[in-house]
């Protein structure tokens, strides 16, 4: 045991000292004995001894090991596909019970979403109402360690490729129209160098919003090693170039820049950056905080099928719920802020990442030691939904654009990877995360086929069980949970309803047809939930790649 000792210390001095070495603050300081609190109660533990052990296991079979970990959710997947096929005759009551598990849990979720979509609404309808600056006032003349107010700048890194000028100018606009805060702000944009007159659509930008709104453009060169087309890279590029230019060579502190990352369609609340100037300001863990915003999806909701409409909807009730619940382990989504301080200290987004934006949340996270959280602004951010010229290709946009965000499956495999390479973050800290993850592609992919499969396959397969005593008290439960969500399905309705800008001009006739489309909710799911999930899941688990596509939002 003492032979190890110095190793275990050289270990924690190693690990201190890195997190001290970066641009950003001081997140855990080392103690008088020289070793970083949080860690030396854990190192040299059996468990912290069996999980290095692991790492290196994984780092000497490195390729290996990788390609085992991305084909993993892609085999869970389709076992849980084939599973009620195989199991119809010689065990039908496993996949049967593998389906009320599926139903139980959705119900569970479906009550989830809509008490705390419930509560978000309130929030969203609230949060405008508060005077962020009187707050701030009020917390620093209770004695608060704050901040100070005028020192604290927003850079806004602003991706885009071929976007239409139109699109770019709404999202300039709402912030050149923040509330006090405007003058603070640094707008990026974050142009591509393969695209044709990129530059010049920059410049005239600028000119349009000269006096109004410090806008500034960066242009990406194409190929550079080790990165692959779409928006981390591109982000990244602009965010160095704004840490020279307008932190570095003009004196600016990095740790009074907050670095908020949005897409070429986002609209902010006019009070979105007055309410995380205070709190970036108040927060003693700001360095340690990753800002979420609600995004609904309704720039353009009433030109958008019904389809997209219903989905988008789902999506943004079910962030605003996670946002809310207490329990919940919410990931960054789109468009969010962190301190620059942070994301400088971690090397920003990584170039060969195409879902970037929950991989730079699992970077931070595990290179802080498991600290960094998100924490929501109920300011939402208003954004289009995928929209493209005519109904088919539109809906091929949209397969297109969820089957992106379901590649961040591949985040799974790194996920892994860090779990054990960290060894001195506590399980309990870091292994609800691994299976947020973990549970949030995986039921993408699986509820689906659970359970209309486990459902259905063993009464067609196996008539002999479905009418047994045993095969009808199962199907009557199914029957009766499925009841109960579509009984509880239009309240989601409800809070959708109340979250959406009124139509002008909108007819009572128009609210009833969308109302009686609802009941095509499950085939939507199947095509623009389960399919596209499935169909990323099985490309990561053969090897393929998948190219970052720009989604048309016309």
């Not at 979403?113 to 405008?128: D, Q």
């Not at 608060?144 to 927003?154: A, N, T």
């Not at 692959?228 to 590029?237: A, C, F, H, L, R």
């Not at 870091?430 to 359970?451: D, G, N, Q, V, Y």
Request: charged share 20%; proline share 7%.
């Amino acid at each position: 045991m003492q032979t190890n000792e110095p190793r275990i210390a050289d270990y924690v001095q190693r690990v201190g000292r890195k997190l001290l070495a970066t641009e950003g603050p001081a997140m855990a300081p080392l103690t008088e004995n020289g070793r970083a609190p949080h860690i030396a109660a854990r190192v040299g533990t059996s468990y912290w001894r069996w999980e290095r052990a692991i790492d290196g296991f994984i780092r000497q079979h490195e390729a290996g090991v990788q390609r085992l970990l991305e084909m993993t959710p892609g085999l869970i997947t389709w076992g849980i596909i084939v599973l009620p096929l195989l199991l119809a005759r010689p065990a039908p009551l496993i996949p049967i019970l593998i389906a009320v598990a599926f139903q139980v849990y959705w119900l569970y979720r479906g009550l989830s979403m809509l008490v705390y979509g419930g509560i978000g609404c309130l929030r969203v309808r609230v949060h405008p109402r508060i005077d962020w600056r009187a707050r701030y006032e009020a917390e620093r003349a209770a004695g608060k360690r704050v901040l100070p107010w005028e020192r604290i700048y927003h850079l806004v890194i602003i991706p885009n490729y071929q976007e239409p000028i139109a699109k770019l100018r709404l999202t300039l606009e709402s912030l050149a129209a923040q509330h006090e805060v405007a003058p603070h702000i640094w707008a990026v944009l974050a142009m591509e160098g393969r695209e044709e007159g990129a530059a010049a659509k920059a410049r005239a930008l600028q000119r349009e919003f000269a006096g109004r709104l410090a806008v500034y453009y960066t242009i990406h060169p194409d190929g550079l090693p080790g990165e692959k087309p779409g928006k981390g890279p591109n982000q990244s590029w602009a965010a160095r170039w704004a840490r020279k230019r307008l932190v570095e060579d003009r004196g600016y502190k990095v740790r009074h820049v907050v670095l908020t990352t949005c897409d070429a369609d986002s609209v902010f609340h006019p009070d979105y950056f007055l309410c995380l100037t205070s709190k970036f300001a108040t927060d003693p863990d700001r360095y340690l905080r990753v800002w979420q915003a609600p995004v609904l999806f309704h720039n353009n909701i009433w030109q958008v099928p019904t389809f997209v409409g219903f989905m988008t909807a789902m999506g943004s009730i079910a962030q605003l719920a996670t946002l809310c619940d207490p329990q919940g382990k919410p990931f960054p989504l789109s468009t969010y802020s962190l301190s620059l301080a942070l994301a400088d200290g971690v090397g920003y987004w990584d170039g060969d990442v195409v879902a970037e934006d929950w991989h730079m949340f699992l970077k931070c996270f595990f290179r802080r030691w498991g600290r960094v959280s998100v924490e929501p602004i109920y300011l939402p951010i208003s954004a289009d939904a995928a929209l493209s010229h005519g109904l088919w290709r539109t809906a091929l946009n949209r397969y297109e654009q969820l089957k992106r965000h379901a590649w961040g499956v591949s985040d799974f495999a790194y996920a892994v990877r860090m779990y054990f390479h960290h060894a001195e973050i506590p399980a309990t800290v870091k292994l609800p995360r691994l299976w947020a993850l973990a549970r949030e592609h995986l039921i993408w992919s699986t509820s689906w086929p659970a359970i209309t499969f486990g459902v259905l396959l063993p009464s067609i397969l196996n008539p002999a069980f479905a009418g047994s005593h045993l095969g009808i008290a199962l199907a009557r439960l199914c029957g009766a949970i499925g009841l109960v969500a579509g009984v509880l399905s239009p309240s989601l309705v409800l809070l959708d309803y109340l979250l959406r800008p009124k139509q002008p001009g909108r007819r009572w006739w128009q609210g009833v047809w969308t109302a009686v489309q609802w009941v095509l909710m499950p085939v939507y799911t199947l095509a623009f939930g389960t399919l596209p999930a499935i169909d990323a899941q099985t490309r990561l688990m053969l090897g393929q790649q998948l190219a970052f596509r720009v989604t048309e939002k016309a």
